[in-house]
């Protein structure tokens, strides 16, 4: 074990070496083809096209695991890699392999430079999807004052840099002034991916300073790729005018506010059509990529670079309510396994750093790291001190915005597929790229070490802690099947309450119910049900914003009404995405206790959580009006299930300042208390009333040992509950069944029960129940 990651690296340098010398011969293979074999129809030409695309796979991801390893970036493992692969190691070794592997027949190069090209809409796309302006928002002003410093003393250096280079360096001595807004774009943009990657590292994700760190560079990148935007418009023209200058601004003026408008609500609209209207695989990602490509199409017709439309999608995209984690994990996977290291591994091909070897442009390299590192780290430091930061923040904030990374190598890409870069300038910047991302981690982590956290900080950490342990906070959307009945109002109303307080987006199934009339006036059950989602959703919106002085987009709704509902239909429906399916129907129990088949069927086609809000046997048709000091009872016994559904009472109790009391039945107590089961009874209520505080809501615990579970969540209900919220365990059989115990208080309590199914036992995993808690 201790010896592994020793070995691995040495087993994939080895891996590169012997991959390096397998396909060099091929390459004198397909060399020896025919030319019009090797340029048309034959195999030799998509050899060499599959063989380059192999190489730069095997040996850029081989280098990043590398890196990766060692606490580096495995972004810069794949660029090096290409480096390696380049005129600077494989071409200087062996120049023939590498000239007959890596061709420079325009219509060989041009294969792979697609590839290259598309990757970096991709990268640009993933980029933006990463880009949380939400945590912007939040931050404050801190942010915008480091990111506005961090950009203006960097690219000042770096413009004023170019005015004094060699005219060697630039392609046409009149391309002077573009060459330097490149340049001085080049020094002042961060990586927002590396900078994120060593934050998280660190834990400081959640702390004050990791987030004002990640949000300056992502401010950072906004603008860097609105300034790219406009220098491309003006290399276009060809020099620096007036006119296609402001037209240029205007245009991309127009595009983010039409974008950051209209075009959000067309791209969430398409996403989500895509989700519930297709059938066939993958369909939300090709709809992604439509996107990603209009919105480039229309840059490239402003006459700006397709990146600016590939990174406002990508924005867009990531915002978008219905894009669950699965899909941006789909969308992650190809990008980072193929065009990835594809895309860096020519960016790496490009350079040639046998042209150091001369002593000028050696030391001029020299001069552009240091000019670069003391610019960047000077700008954000001094943003850093106006924003009102001690030293030693400063200096963290400083030490991070110097890693330009993957952004860097595709803004300097642009500029040399542009003609606006040399060659040798381009292995410059590239050199500088790396040398200052490999130096940012160390000095990031020796920075943030020495930073303390105040009590304060500390408290706000340990309850986002909380929420990523949260039952609520992860889902992601949500399903309701109501009718006209008390509980199917009941039940709307209550997911308006859980799905208000992050706009989660909810699709309502209404069933028909011609006994049950509205007032007069009345339109209908539909527009009640979808009436009171929005009540609720309100209510915990405004609960939200003012407990966390955050705005809460409004809950997106679907409404559907459907005759009757099937395990057919539910399941229709289910395959679109739902993190659970709330059931409020006014026939649920038979006279005997048992759940109808009808629910049966419905809970069979959803394969996921499910909430049935149900009338307690001796409780009457109406249901509870939820206000402040209302009491919601939670049975608990320690086990994740029971937890959930305290997640899910203080959820509900937050908007109306209800007040939650947690029941613990010890088993244990009641055969023989031992000190383990004790220190394990406090964990649990301790664990929920950090959970309550977390929510802002009002907590009781009890604890009863002399009782079974029914009769002690009974005789609690008897002194003021309004309702139960129980976490249980749906069990599997013919019957819909969830443990004696939920059947048990069904018929004794008078008030509604709402049973949260967070689990289920397959047929595969069912045993013979031992014991019994709350949630058997």
Same mark, same amino acid.
């Given at each position: ?14 891996? =590169? ?31 060499? /096209? ?91 002003? +801190?942010?915008? #004052? ?31 002034? !573009? ?12 990586? =927002? ?11 400081? &994700? ?85 996107? &990603?490509? !209009? ?24 915002? #978008? ?22 895309? /860096? ?41 106006? +924003? ?64 303390? =956290? ?47 307080? #992050? ?195 009002? =907590? ?48 004794? !309590? +008078? ?26």
């Amino acid at each position: 074990m201790n010896r592994r990651p020793a070995t691995t690296p040495r087993i994939v340098a080895a891996a =590169v070496l012997l991959a390096v010398l397998a396909l060099a011969p091929a390459g004198h293979v397909f060399a020896a083809q025919p030319a019009g074999h090797a340029s048309g129809m034959g195999g030799s030409a998509e050899g060499l /096209f599959v063989a380059e695309i192999v190489l730069l796979l095997l040996v850029g991801r081989g280098i990043g695991e590398i890196f990766q390893r060692h606490g580096q970036p495995a972004i810069m493992g794949q660029l090096i890699g290409g480096i390696l692969l380049g005129p600077s190691l494989f071409g200087w070794l062996w120049p023939d392999a590498q000239h007959l592997i890596f061709s420079t027949d325009p219509a060989q190069k041009s294969m792979i430079d697609a590839v290259s090209q598309l990757g970096i809409l991709l990268l640009l796309l993933l980029t933006g999807m990463e880009t949380d302006l939400r945590l912007v928002r939040r931050v404050g002003a +801190a942010c915008f #004052s480091i990111s506005i410093a961090g950009i203006i003393v960097p690219f000042a250096c770096g413009f004023a840099l170019a005015q004094f280079l060699p005219a060697s360096l630039l392609p046409a001595p009149t391309q002077r002034i !573009v060459a330097g807004l490149f340049l001085g774009t080049a020094l002042s943009i961060s990586s =927002v991916k590396i900078v994120a990657m060593v934050v998280r590292e660190m834990n400081f &994700m959640r702390r004050n300073l990791g987030q004002v760190i990640i949000s300056s560079a992502i401010i950072e990148d906004t603008i860097g790729w609105l300034i790219i935007a406009i220098t491309f418009g003006i290399a276009t023209n060809g020099s620096l005018q007036v006119l296609p200058l402001i037209t240029t601004v205007a245009e991309v003026a127009l595009f983010m506010v039409f974008s950051f408008t209209l075009g959000r609500r067309l791209v969430f609209t398409l996403i989500r059509w895509s989700n519930d209207s297709f059938r066939s695989e993958y369909a939300v990602i090709t709809v992604i990529l439509i996107i &990603m490509g !209009v919105m480039a199409l229309i840059t490239n017709l402003i006459g700006v670079h397709t990146v600016l439309g590939a990174f406002v999608a990508g924005i867009l995209v990531g915002e #978008s309510p219905i894009l669950s984690d699965h899909i941006e994990g789909q969308l992650r996977g190809v990008i980072t396994a193929l065009f990835m290291p594809i895309f /860096f591994g020519m960016a790496g091909l490009s350079a040639d750093l046998t042209v150091l070897t001369d002593p000028t442009l050696a030391l001029l390299t020299l001069a552009l790291v240091a000019i670069a590192s003391i610019g960047k780290f000077g700008g954000a430091f001094i943003g850093g001190k106006l +924003a009102g930061m001690s030293l030693k923040e400063a200096t963290a904030v400083g030490s991070a915005m110097n890693a330009r990374g993957s952004t860097e190598v595709i803004v300097a890409s642009i500029g040399l597929s542009m003609n606006i870069l040399s060659h040798n300038l381009f292995t410059m910047i590239v050199t500088m790229a790396v040398i200052t991302t490999l130096a940012m981690p160390p000095m990031l982590r020796w920075a943030l070490g020495r930073l303390p =956290v105040g009590h304060a900080e500390k408290q706000r950490v340990e309850r986002e802690l909380l929420d990523e342990r949260g039952f609520v906070s992860k889902l992601e959307r949500l399903l309701l099947l109501v009718d006209d009945s008390p509980a199917g109002k009941f039940t709307a109303y209550l997911a308006g309450l859980v799905g208000g307080g #992050s706009g989660m987006p909810t699709t309502l199934l209404h069933l028909k119910d011609g006994r049950i009339a509205g007032p007069a006036g009345d339109k209908g059950g539909p527009e009640r049900a979808r009436n009171e989602v929005r009540k609720g959703a309100a209510r915990s919106a405004r609960a939200v914003s003012k407990a966390e002085d955050t705005s809460v987009e409004k809950v997106h709704l679907t409404t559907r009404t459907e005759s009757e509902a099937t395990a057919e239909t539910i399941a229709e429906e289910a395959r679109k995405g739902y993190g659970l399916l709330l059931v409020g129907l006014e026939t649920m129990v038979t006279a005997k206790g048992s759940f109808t088949g009808a629910l049966h069927a419905i809970t069979g086609g959803f394969d996921g959580p499910l909430c049935l809000v149900l009338n307690g046997a001796r409780s009457a048709a109406r249901m509870p009006v939820l206000k402040a000091g209302t009491t919601m009872l939670v049975p608990v016994n320690g086990t994740e299930v029971s937890r959930r559904a305290a997640d899910f009472a203080l959820a509900l109790a937050r908007p109306h300042r209800a007040r939650v009391k947690v029941l613990y039945v010890s088993q244990a107590a009641r055969q023989g208390a031992t000190s383990v089961s004790h220190r394990r009874e406090e964990a649990m209520l301790k664990d929920i009333a950090d959970l309550a505080a977390r929510y802002g809501v009002q =907590v009781d615990t009890a604890l009863r040992t002399r009782a079974t579970p029914d009769r002690a969540i009974a005789r609690e209900v008897a002194k003021g509950a309004a309702m139960v919220v129980m976490g249980v365990t749906q069990r599997p059989g013919e019957e819909l069944f969830f443990g004696d115990t939920a059947t048990a208080v069904l018929a004794a !309590v +008078a008030c509604p029960v709402v049973l949260l199914a967070s689990e289920r036992i397959r047929p595969t995993e069912a045993r013979a129940e031992v014991g019994g808690g709350p949630e058997a």
